[in-house]
């Protein structure tokens, strides 16, 4: 039991190290960028060189590199990631009011991979080599061709335009609008994924499928249906589990796409609009916090990992 | 009635030139061990499957097999379930394959009583204590939470034979149940065995390639070449006079246990693939005294010669004059 406390301990400190490391090369790549902040607060006038030189100075353009890395580190690590130049207001303020929309989204879409996705391994993988286990591949391959903005287009057009099923524009409001309002954007966001995760929920059950235990758990009288789920898709998980973990994460960057396509409001869009007019601050927290999700949506998959096969543990405790 | 019964049961596998078995007979009584001898390939592990109703997809069967009266060839699901919960259970040759590796040993050994059997999950987890402790292993609550990768080999198999026990079964079928466990282990798992099925007075069909094994523990031997019977007898007949050239070609082949070593003559050639089929003696291409007009002419029946049955077209002359 303490091995496994010891290697989570030790994935937790990675964890951190990670973010760390993330911090930093998130707040260099902006300094790379191109564009003057200094120039961009003093859009719309012309200040003589001398204002422009005591805006450095306030903000603390001129600080060396090291030092504002510090302040801004030390002023993340206390949850204060700066003002935005755009709204004039703290970035955490702008962030707060995006986010609901955005999660909301990414939730949705979530549950949609999940059931859909799985689901449709399962059928695929059960029914393979019939007419049905043929059509979930034809959907896959043509589903993780379909880039998010071409699946926006058509459902905005579609179900949206000519169907009018549902809004093509705006996040709504009140709990059953908003749900209304994020249908087809999380179709749009989630086909891709889906299409990825019911390929490896396919090819994990088709795995598991082959292997003996199944057979011999069928020649002990188990029914069907129990040995799929007690011996074939518990031990699919595995896969399963790390490639949904993946997608959470990435599925945060394609809001940006999404987003903008279906004129939401949330993170996504923040992201794009903010990076279009230079507000550095802005991007740097959206951008640190996608990686944040990232490494602890992987860190939790890590921890899990055990629990879904044993065998891990004990080489982890080896290690 | 016999306990186990296959009356010329034949499984064709589609794309296939001959038939993986072709018109089997075999009985196993109540309270009987039997051994099934052959090389790889030969048909004995799809025998012994088809006890469980567990044919290769897309078979196609003509015979029948009957365990404890019931029927399997084209049995419902009903029958099937029947005969695999509560009339016969399979022992496995791999048990590191045969046993889910995510799940723990007490899982293995209770889900059937559980979720089948109907039993609470104390009464299962006291009948696993049971047999834990009846197959020799030192340490049952232990190994109850234990996974399978935590325990040896030869432990797991005697898992796997706590396994097939849970159902109360009156039938064992052991594919090969000591192959894959190096030699002390396998006569130690044999013991096992051996001791389970006269306490308990089980019908025992053991798979196996090694023809001394199978004399060693069973009272009758059924010889298998290329989906055929083609002898059986008494283990002690059959080891003091096979009347098969193949029978005698096994024997030729493994080195004798007592007296001076002898030089093993193998039998020349291999077994004849699902891909090839020959119109006379499957045996023939590779039998030193098949003639030619009569072995590879016409396959030979299974019939009574020399007090045993032999399907060989020569059993009555050439090998009752063979002496080995």
Known sequence: ?????????????????????????????????????????????????????????????????????????????????????LFHQSVGEVLWSRLPATLLLVGVSTLMIAVVGIGAGIVGALRRGTRTGSAVLLLVTVGAAVPSFVAAIVLRSVLGVKLGWFPTIGNGTGVLDRLHHVVLPAIALSVTFMALVTRVTRSAMLDELRREHVEVALSRGLPRGTVIRRHVLRNALGPIT???????????????????AFGMSGVGSLLVQ?????????????????????????????????????????????? | MPLLSYEDLSVLLPGMARPVLDGVFLQVEAGEAVALVGESGSGKSVTARAALGLLPPGASTGGRVTVDGCELIGADAATLRAVRTGKASMIFQDPRAAINPVRRVGDFLTEALRLVGGRSKAEAEARALELLAAVGLPDPPRHLRQYPHQMSGGMLQRVMIA?????????????????????????EIMAVLRALQQDRGLGL???????????????????????????????????????????????GSSPPLHGAPQRLTPIPGVPMGLLESAPGCAFAARCRFARPGLCDQSAPELEPAGGRLVACHLADTVLSEVDR
């Open chain 1, 242 to 260: 790390t490639v949904c973990g993946l997608l959470v994460s990435g599925m945060l960057v394609s809001t940006a796409i999404v987003e903008t």
């Open chain 2, 163 to 187: 396994g097939a026990l849970t159902a109360d079964p009156r039938l064992l079928l052991c594919d090969e149940p000591t192959t894959a466990l190096d030699v002390t282990t396998q006569a």
């Open chain 2, 205 to 251: 069909l053991l798979i196996t390639h090694d023809l001394d094994l199978a004399a060693a523990s069973c009272d009758r031997i059924y010889v298998m070449y290329a989906g055929r019977i083609v002898e059986t007898a008494t283990a002690a007949e059959l080891l003091a006079a096979p009347r098969h050239p193949y029978t005698a070609g096994l024997l």
């Open chain 1, 274 to 319: 903010c990076v279009d007019e230079l507000d550095f601050q802005v991007v740097q927290a959206i951008v640190l916090l996608v990686v944040a999700a990232f490494v602890v949506v992987n860190t939790a998959v890590d921890l899990v990992y055990p629990l879904i096969d044993p065998r891990v543990r004990a080489a982890g405790g080896a290690r």
């Open chain 1, 1 to 85: 039991m303490t091995s496994v406390m010891t290697a989570a301990l030790r994935r937790l400190l990675g964890m951190a190290a990670t973010l760390l490391v993330t911090s930093f090369l998130v707040f260099s790549s902006l300094y790379l960028a191109p564009g003057d902040p200094a120039a961009f607060l003093v859009r719309g006038r012309s200040p003589s060189p001398d204002e422009l030189a005591a805006i450095r100075q306030q903000y603390g353009f001129n600080d060396p590199f090291p030092v504002r890395y510090w302040h801004w580190l030390d002023g993340v690590l206390h949850g204060d990631f700066g003002r935005s130049y």
